[in-house]
């Protein structure tokens, strides 16, 4: 098995073992539920559609260096920002490498083969900014902010915080409205309360007081008084519940012969173990993962064995298991027998 493992990708192993039995150990862990105020925005990548979502972390921008690491993580990603922000961005961006704080909404790609981004573990696909800030260092030590618009002169801000929004002005006592409803579509936010109206549209919009870029500008009344100003959304991942590890084994008339786990990490980067039950040495690969709708998740492998290889995988989640029917590599489909690969949540 070790020589057709390491002379084949893992599609072509899997439909080796088309017909063998997949079995997985037994699970307590609930169903994923994934309930989003808005459906995220989709992408089309190389590897096919998926849903955009937000990355925070730590930026490093320059000639050699668009990097961003995510909180929490050691992993760093090459970040591509969509061309019509870089001139505003380079306007708050410090000389010599300095970290900066971002939040992005956008999708991850392979890194290419060659050039700058070559050397990092993914490309992030910038669709829209959120924020990027130079003086917001700690950003990663706090936890991810609820929806918030605000601006100066007078100061203001309000949070939506579930059905309520909240303004703070300096000075005076904060107040409270209930959030009667909402209507949100592309590039445009709007809430509405019996005695106040939020709209939020996509924009760059920067804060005259410090050196940060916000993705959304801002349009407030609150009984009779209106304010104009910055805003940013919330920052949650919401596709966060896919990360964990999924398992399963092979079986070839009843004698297991594969065992395969794959683990979604919260900083979106992926793995993918092969263990033989025989002793055999195991073999790994790694790359990232992303959701592809609500109930399917992109999983796609960028090295095998440190070696560059592309492999993606869609699998659809089911009561506790993820399953796939067929693997693309480097660019080629291979199917994956008539049961698929299953794997049960671990």
């Known amino acids: 098995m070790t020589h057709l493992r390491q002379a084949l990708p893992a599609a072509a192993l899997l439909a080796a073992l088309a017909g063998c039995t997949t079995s997985s150990p037994s699970s307590t862990s609930g169903p994923i539920e994934i309930t989003p105020d808005a459906s995220p925005p989709t992408a089309t990548t190389e590897q096919g559609k998926v849903q955009a979502f937000m990355l925070r972390g730590n930026v490093v921008l320059g000639h050699e260096s668009n990097s961003i690491q995510p909180c929490g993580s050691s992993q760093q990603y090459w970040l591509n920002t969509p061309i019509a922000a870089r001139q505003a961005i380079a306007q708050i961006t410090r000389p010599g490498y300095e970290p900066m704080y971002g939040e992005f909404i956008g999708y991850l790609e392979p890194a290419p083969d060659e050039g700058f981004a070559a050397a990092y573990d993914g490309r992030f696909q910038v669709k829209q900014i959120n924020l990027i800030s130079a003086e917001m260092l700690g950003g990663c030590q706090r936890p991810p902010h609820a929806t918030r618009a605000f601006g100066n002169e007078p100061g203001w801000v309000i949070e939506l915080d579930g059905d309520k929004a909240n303004l703070i002005r300096p000075g005076q006592q904060r107040q409270q409205q209930v959030i009667t409803s909402k209507e949100i579509v592309a590039g445009r936010q709007h809430y509405q309360g019996q005695g106040f109206s939020l709209t939020l549209t996509k924009g760059q919009c920067n804060d005259t007081m410090s050196d940060s870029l916000f993705g959304w500008q801002a349009t407030l009344n609150w009984q009779g008084s209106n304010y104009n100003g910055c805003a940013t959304l919330g920052a949650t991942d919401i596709t966060l519940s ?71 995988r869609v699998f659809t989640f089911d009561d506790n298991r993820i399953t796939v029917k067929e693997e693309t590599v480097n660019g080629q489909t291979f199917s994956l027998g008539g049961d698929g690969l299953s794997l049960e949540r671990q």
């Not at 980067?269 to 709708?293: C, H, I, K, M």
């Open 242 to 312: 896919w990360s964990g590890r999924y398992q399963g084994t092979s079986y070839i008339d009843n004698t297991p012969v594969l065992t395969t786990t794959v683990t979604l990490n919260p900083d979106h980067s992926a793995t993918t173990r092969y263990d033989y039950p025989s002793g055999e040495p195991s073999l790994n690969e790694v790359g990232f993962w992303q959701q592809a709708s609500d109930n399917t998740v992109q999983v796609v492998m960028t090295q095998h064995q440190g070696r560059r290889l592309i492999s993606e």
